[in-house]
């Protein structure tokens, strides 16, 4: 028999092994920081190792453990190799935080081919590698996991403003996190997402410097915090949501709705 306390829900993440894409900026630096102070040894991947070294340095001095992985998103052998690196130092990843992701800030018809394969390789075909290597290696150690892919309330809102392939690339991680989530259920591999509104971030700071600031358009004339993500960050990766596999959740303060 299982025990379902009262409450169901736990914070505790010690002994678990996170890997965090898209960690030296925005929301993958919050989502790190968040995992490793429950207790998480944490894996922060991206281009940029002088950033990590600075988000890892803050995570240590904090009590927490955290390794830096160089990663390009678009190198499938860079993206296998962070599993390898990330188990030597920790051990099996059984937590993977589909994170990284870029704009396209171009309208369809004026995007190079350059930019568009740029674009699904970093926010399509990386997320879907990471999770297929995390999967074999899971099923192989015959143990169980969480995919938290982040989509984005573009998925299922798109207002003509010139980010159309951005919202296509969200829409196919939504629909990756429905078919992965029955491809390994039976392996107790839970595969979920968070479709993220506007949120203050270096992404965000960038589109505001190009298009001014939209926050006041907004139904309550704000952009969120990353901190507002915690919550459902931890739901999904903690042992409270073992039922929930294929769910996308919207957190966007109710950005979808018209004013």
């Known amino acids: 028999m299982i025990d379902y306390s009262l409450p169901n829900f736990s914070t505790d993440l010690t002994g678990r092994v996170a890997l965090v894409t898209g960690a030296s900026a925005g929301l993958g630096v919050r989502f790190a920081e968040v995992l490793a102070a429950c207790g998480a040894k944490v894996g922060l991947a991206a281009r940029r190792l002088e950033r990590l070294e600075k988000v ?55 995007m190079p081919v350059e930019l568009i394969d740029r674009v699904l390789a970093v926010n399509v075909r990386a997320p879907y590698i990471l999770s297929c290597e995390m999967a074999r290696r899971l ?12 989509s984005s309330l573009a998925h299922y809102r ?56 939209f926050s006041k358009s907004l139904p309550r004339e704000r952009l969120g915090d990353p901190a507002q993500l915690d919550s459902t960050l931890l739901y999904l990766v903690s042992p409270s949501s073992e039922f929930v596999t294929g769910a996308i959740i919207r957190v966007d303060d109710g950005q979808a709705a018209d004013r």
Do not use: C
Request: proline share 3%; hydrophobic share 45%; charged share 20%.
């Open 158 to 213: 798109y207002n003509g403003g010139g980010a159309a392939l951005y919202a296509i690339s969200k829409t196919a991680i939504a629909r990756m996190t429905e078919t992965l989530s029955v491809e390994w259920v039976r392996n107790n591999i839970n595969v979920n997402a968070i479709a993220p509104g506007s949120f203050r971030t270096e992404m965000m700071d960038g589109m505001i410097s190009r298009v001014g600031d």
């Open 139 to 150: 099923i192989a150690a015959k143990k169980p996991g969480r995919i938290v892919n982040i």
């Open 56 to 110: 890892a340095a803050r995570i240590r001095d904090s009590g927490g453990q955290a390794l830096p992985v160089q990663m390009d998103a678009t190198d499938a052998d860079s993206l296998v190799a962070s599993f390898d690196k990330l188990e030597h130092e920790f051990g099996t990843v059984d937590i993977l935080v589909n994170n990284a992701g870029i704009p396209d800030a171009m309208r369809a018809h004026k």
